[in-house]
T-cell receptor, first 119, second 113 residues
Framework: AQKVTQAQTEISVVEKEDVTLDCVYETRDTTYYLFWYKQPPSGELVFLIRRNSFDEQNEISGRYSWNFQKSTSSFNFTITASQVVDSAVYFC????????????????FGTGTRLKVLA | DGGITQSPKYLFRKEGQNVTLSCEQN?????MYWYRQDPGQGLRLIYYSQIVNDFQKGDIAEGYSVSREKKESFPLTVTSAQKNPTAFYLC????????????FGPGTRLTVL
């Protein structure tokens, strides 16, 4: 069954520390897509990254980096030199490129990790 | 500016009343979605639409209804049949297929008194 696990419910760090948010997924498909979204206190989900299952290259965007490892079914997100503005809930999501049992595509979200960056 | 708008930001209704949440997008996206978010939980799909005049039930469609008469608009009605309607509702859209990146609106927080 398709599943996304974000085991860290809440993380607190002091500004300028590095922090890694974990995401572990389950899927039977060979073709799938992984996403990270940021939800600041305002509530809107902000898209951060999309990665397909055939691209295992790590990605870096400014202070953000992502480590995709198919061998461990993980897609972890690291923020380097965290800032107070990074405080938010971060969601990992999985979408499979094949039809689910109900005849629909599935886009499954984890339960989110709340990151608090303290000044 | 292209984007997704949801209105209102906060909505209060009495128990037993139907209420309609608005979602509009000017991204020229074909697909639109409604999600519900409860505290400490991920997003759960209520309904989605991949094309005008067509929509499909998601995982928790009971007590909700939608329409898709225009490409830009995908309103969600929370009916009195929905047992626990108080939640944060998010609308999203994508270019087409559901594996495409979904972009979200600012959300509507519905409180049923």
């Amino acid at each position: 069954a398709q599943k996304v696990t974000q085991a860290q419910t809440e993380i607190s760090v002091v500004e300028k520390e590095d922090v890694t948010l974990d995401c572990v997924y389950e899927t039977r498909d060979t073709t799938y897509y992984l996403f990270w979204y940021k939800q600041p206190p305002s509530g809107e989900l902000v898209f951060l990254i999309r990665r397909n299952s055939f691209d295992e290259q790590n990605e870096i965007s400014g202070r953000y980096s992502w480590n995709f490892q198919k061998s461990t079914s993980s897609f972890n997100f690291t923020i380097t030199a965290s800032q107070v503005v990074d405080s938010a809930v971060y969601f990992c999501a999985l979408s499979e490129a094949t039809l689910g049992t109900s005849g629909t595509y599935k886009y499954i979200f984890g339960t989110g990790t709340r990151l608090k960056v303290l000044a | 500016d292209g984007g997704i708008t949801q209105s209102p930001k906060y909505l209060f209704r009495k128990e037993g009343q139907n209420v309609t949440l608005s979602c509009e997008q000017n991204l020229n996206h074909d697909a639109m979605y409604w999600y519900r978010q409860d505290p400490g939980q991920g997003l759960r799909l209520i309904y989605y639409s991949q094309i005008v005049n067509d929509f499909q039930k998601g995982d928790i469609a009971e007590g909700y209804s939608v329409s898709r008469e225009k490409k830009e608009s995908f309103p969600l009605t929370v009916t009195s049949a929905q047992k626990n309607p108080t939640a944060f509702y998010l609308c999203a859209s994508s270019i087409g297929q559901e594996t495409d990146t979904q972009y979200f609106g600012p959300g509507t927080r519905l409180t049923v008194l």
